[in-house]
T-cell receptor
Framework: GAVVSQHPSWVICKSGTSVKIECRSL??????MFWYRQFPKQSLMLMAT?????????EQGVEKDKFLINHASLTLSTLTVTSAHPEDSSFYIC??????????FGPGTRLTVL | RKEVEQDPGPFNVPEGATVAFNCTYS??????FFWYRQDCRKEPKLLMS???SGNEDGRFTAQLNRASQYISLLIRDSKLSDSATYLC???????????FGKGTTLSVSS
């Protein structure tokens, strides 16, 4: 399958700081990127869907001003958690989808906010 | 009601056992169905797609019943390496996201 990289793989930050997570499709063009969040012992919950060059569509209950998504190119999408708080600590996973409609997952970013 | 519901388990079985997982989904417009496997602190990985005719991949057999909106996964001759969380996943039309169940945890012991 296609390869999606995610960086950083883990990050620890202080409350109130912002954290940027990068998601890159390495060998295909991801026209759509999906961002998920997974809390311990919970399912992956879709946060938002972004199509290249368009504004992201956020799921109900996800604050668009807190979770900023940029998908400016077909190979890169970023998620910025602004003014992070301990309750934002979670496993964030991106997933890219191209012309074949399959979804390929990044390895995830584990965020811990102190 | 959650979109995809699974028995969370855990299922604790000995090596060689046969184990079955079940899943129901609420959106009758769902078009594609999958089982994913997730190891601790890792991203989910596709185990197999699920079709109405049933499909088999080695020791794994998946079944879909669209009328009752029910999906199953059967693992035969369990191995220690099968220990993981198994996620039932559905998808709507093209361009929409995969929707995950909470997962069923399997622990295979020697």
């Amino acid at each position: 399958g296609a390869v999606v990289s995610q960086h950083p793989s883990w990050v620890i930050c202080k409350s109130g700081t912002s954290v940027k997570i990068e998601c890159r499709s390495l060998d295909f063009q991801a026209t759509t990127m999906f961002w998920y969040r997974q809390f311990p012992k919970q399912s992956l919950m879709l946060m938002a869907t972004s199509n290249e060059g368009s504004k992201a569509t956020y799921e109900q209950g996800v604050e668009k001003d807190k979770f900023l998504i940029n998908h400016a190119s077909l190979t890169l999408s970023t998620l910025t958690v602004t003014s992070a708080h301990p309750e934002d600590s979670s496993f964030y996973i991106c997933s890219g989808s191209g012309s074949y409609n399959e979804q390929f997952f990044g390895p995830g970013t584990r965020l811990t906010v102190l | 009601r959650k979109e995809v519901e699974q028995d969370p388990g855990p299922f604790n079985v000995p090596e060689g056992a046969t184990v079955a997982f079940n899943c129901t989904y609420s959106n009758s417009a769902s078009q594609s169905f999958f089982w994913y496997r997730q190891d601790c602190r890792k991203e989910p990985k596709l185990l197999m797609s699920v079709y109405s005719s049933g499909n088999e991949d080695g020791r794994f057999t998946a079944q879909l019943n669209r009328a009752s909106q029910y999906i199953s996964l059967l693992i035969r001759d369990s191995k220690l390496s099968d220990s993981a969380t198994y996620l039932c996943v559905v998808k709507g039309q093209a361009g929409t996201a995969l929707i995950f169940g909470k997962g069923t945890t399997l622990s295979v012991s020697s």
